[in-house]
Nanobody
Framework: QVQLVESGGGLVQPGGSLRLSCAASGSIFSINVMGWFRQAPGKERDFVAS????????DYADSAKGRFTISRDRGKNTVYLDLNSLKPEDTAVYYC????????????????WGQGTQVTVSS
């Protein structure tokens, strides 16, 4: 079992930045990929970005490319998502996830989930 705890969400103005963090604990050895998803009200939970735990290979949704950056600190068992140039349409609950595969974009590929952190982009 892997436990994930997100932090760093909040209210930010359009064009602003936030850093989300996700601390992992438990069966860290079972993790091969970690990812971020987001879910806006009334919408599906969508893939944002992922990173392989060992090699650090990253993957981004088109909506995230050029504005968001995923990274990890294996010494702290933590993955980060830097959100830049935020837009109102980025408003959502952001979820951290961990899974056993080396590349994944679908929710079903991730076996552990955090509780989510709210990001609101508004003036």
């Amino acid at each position: 079992q892997v436990q994930l705890v997100e932090s760093g969400g909040g209210l930010v103005q359009p064009g602003g930045s936030l850093r989300l963090s996700c601390a992992a604990s438990g069966s860290i050895f079972s993790i091969n990929v970690m990812g971020w998803f987001r879910q806006a009200p009334g919408k599906e939970r969508d893939f944002v970005a992922s990173i392989t735990w060992s090699g650090g290979t990253t993957d981004y949704a088109d909506s995230a490319k050029g504005r968001f950056t995923i990274s990890r600190d294996r010494g702290k068992n933590t993955v980060y998502l830097d959100l830049n140039s935020l837009k109102p349409e980025d408003t959502a609950v952001y979820y951290c996830a961990a899974g056993p595969l080396f590349a994944a974009r679908t929710r079903s590929a991730f076996s552990s989930w955090g509780q989510g952190t709210q990001v609101t982009v508004s003036s």
